[in-house]
């Protein structure tokens, strides 16, 4: 058809031209008083033309009518400059989708965004003590993988393994707040029971119960695209649920049953988190320290002896290894803690305000407990020695406080 919308837009000129000698010669041959001059042309082609009239006006209305689309489908291209389609073959995106609808999501898509791998991994290390490794390996992940332009998966599915208590959590809350993304955190504790845990979080099908509200994790990835999803403790979910992510993490979207709606995930950021194999990873974190590949393969099968299935870890873009805490990590993370709960009641700790006493004390606690203690005994600690102590100096309205030891009990002193 391309080929007749050129030849019709060449000649509806020249088909006009012929028309109107047409007519004129018409005119004339009835009109003129002396029609000698036309029959000088001889009577055959004035009879030619007077026979034909309404045949040649056809044409020219056909051609006419054919430069006419030419020029309308000219203008719509131009509207749309990026339309390959050429001609007039209908673009497959006009014929089979909703083509603007599809182009407005397209340039809702998130640009590639260039972060400072190092600011990040550094801001991440004065949280998250002990972590250097995980921290700058997890910030030049984040950074590469920002960075990409064509993304039809999350940004990372991050897999965080470790002893409890040494940072997991407190990682992923800490990477959510300084990429300046919300955070959906899911115990995932709650989520053991196959299909009813299902329906929590993907939503229920029409006709069942709940079928009128949004799961919790489809609704909450609707409302922020850019989050960072926490499934915390993902071991202890039911396994079926763990294949429910699978087309989070491989296609891009997740669907809500209620509606059948899908909802994309290739703005996320999610981070799973597992008390698994503890032992194993630590030890082959260890072993394989220079050899990231190696140390991949090693900890998918530690983490596949533990319960999980093979397309799930397949799927999983990275396993960070925590250490446990100790030594003069211990006291750091003591030290935060407790600086953490003078804020929260609203005071200010004097610098070196706190007295190494107290610090040494909490070390000791740790190592009576032995190797199964975690920072939340820490936690623990700081919040039983410090509590009473805080309340007293907000009642007598201090502002800013010292901590020393005094025969074995924290006392908050004030300090100008
Ligand atoms: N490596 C660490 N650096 C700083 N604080 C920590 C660290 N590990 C644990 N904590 C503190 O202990 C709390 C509990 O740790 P969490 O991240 O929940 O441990 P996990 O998830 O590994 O079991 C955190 O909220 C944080 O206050
Ligand atoms: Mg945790």
């Known amino acids: 058809m391309r080929w007749l919308n050129s030849l019709a837009t060449r000649f509806a000129p020249l088909a006009f031209v012929v028309m109107a000698c047409v007519a004129l010669a018409q005119f004339l041959l009835q009109h003129s008083p002396d029609a000698a001059p036309l029959e000088r042309y001889g009577h055959e082609a004035a009879d030619f033309l007077h026979g034909h009239a309404w045949t040649l006006l056809g044409i020219a209305i056909v051609f006419w009518l054919l430069a006419f689309a ?4 000219d203008r719509h291209r131009k509207r749309h400059p990026d339309a390959k389609a050429d001609g007039w073959v209908m673009d497959a995106l006009d ?9 407005q999501k397209l340039a809702q898509e998130p640009e590639p965004q260039i972060i400072d791998a190092e600011k990040l991994a550094d801001a991440l290390k004065s949280k998250v003590i002990g972590q250097d490794a995980v921290c700058s390996d997890m910030a030049a992940q984040i950074r590469r993988r920002l960075a990409l332009r064509q993304r039809n998966k999350p940004i990372g599915v991050f897999m965080l393994a470790g002893p409890p208590g040494t940072g997991k959590t407190y990682l992923a809350k800490c990477l959510a707040a300084e990429l300046g993304r919300s955070l959906l955190h899911f115990d995932m504790t709650q989520f053991s029971g196959g299909a009813h845990a299902a329906t929590q979080l993907f939503g229920a099908s029409k006709g069942y ?3 009128n509200t949004y799961g919790k994790l489809t609704a909450a990835l609707r409302d922020t695209p850019d989050a960072v999803v926490l499934l915390d403790e993902i071991e202890k979910a039911h396994p079926e649920i763990h294949k429910n992510f699978l087309t989070a993490w ?7 049953a209620s509606d059948g709606k899908q909802i994309s995930t290739t ?3 999610f981070v799973l988190t597992t008390n698994a194999a503890t032992d194993d990873l630590q030890a082959l974190s260890a072993t394989y320290a220079n050899d990231a590949d190696e140390l991949r393969r090693a900890s998918t099968n530690a983490l596949r002896e533990a319960g999980f299935a093979p397309e799930v870890l397949n799927r999983i873009d990275r396993i960070f290894v925590f250490k446990s805490l100790s030594g003069l990590d211990i006291a750091r993370v003591a030290a935060l803690e407790i600086e953490a709960m003078i804020k929260s009641y609203g005071l200010d700790v004097a610098n070196e305000g706190i007295d190494p006493d107290i610090l040494i004390d909490m070390m000791r606690r740790q190592q009576r407990i032995g190797v199964g203690a975690s920072s939340r005994d820490l936690v623990r600690a700081v919040e039983e020695s410090l509590a009473d102590t805080l309340i007293d100096a907000k009642q007598h309205g201090f502002a800013r406080v010292r901590l020393v030891s005094d025969a074995g009990a924290v006392v908050a002193r004030p300090e100008a």
């Open 267 to 269: 703005r996320a950021i």
């Open 95 to 103: 014929r089979l989708t909703n083509r603007s609808a599809l182009e």
């Open 209 to 211: 119960v709940g079928s």
């Open 70 to 73: 030419g020029l309308f489908h």
């Open 250 to 256: 491989n296609d891009g979207f997740i669907t809500e």
